[in-house]
């Protein structure tokens, strides 16, 4: 199935995304060449994931049927690329990693942090 994302953010930032399937969570590329790399976006509607023009590019679902949840995570740029730098494209990252994302991001106020859910169900 083909799919795009849209992310209504209430901030400026960068953001990145992980695909949550059963008890995992992979890091989702937002970007053409398929990097896990932060992308800006300003406060408002982005499509995801963009090709070099800013074009919305679908993504596919090929495997893994069922129900998946999708994190979105905005904030500073340099904060993300920090952690994106520990994260291998393709494969489940690491729960102490997460966890210590987590932490970080707890003494960030509502003004430089979003994190946004989405269910979704690919059959």
Sequence with gaps: ?????????????????????????????????????????????????????????????????????HCFVVGPEQLLRYYTAQFDNGKASPSTTLDDMARRFEVLDNEKLGIYLENVIFE
Excluded: M, W
């Design 1 to 69: 199935q083909e799919f795009v994302f849209e992310l209504e953010s209430a901030i400026d930032g960068a953001v990145i995304a992980f695909d949550c399937y059963k008890t995992q969570s992979y890091p989702v590329p937002l970007n053409s060449n398929g990097g896990i790399d932060p992308v800006r976006i300003d406060a408002g509607v982005a499509g995801f994931p963009v090709n070099d023009t800013g074009g919305v590019v679908p993504l596919r679902q090929r495997a893994h049927p069922g129900e998946h949840a």
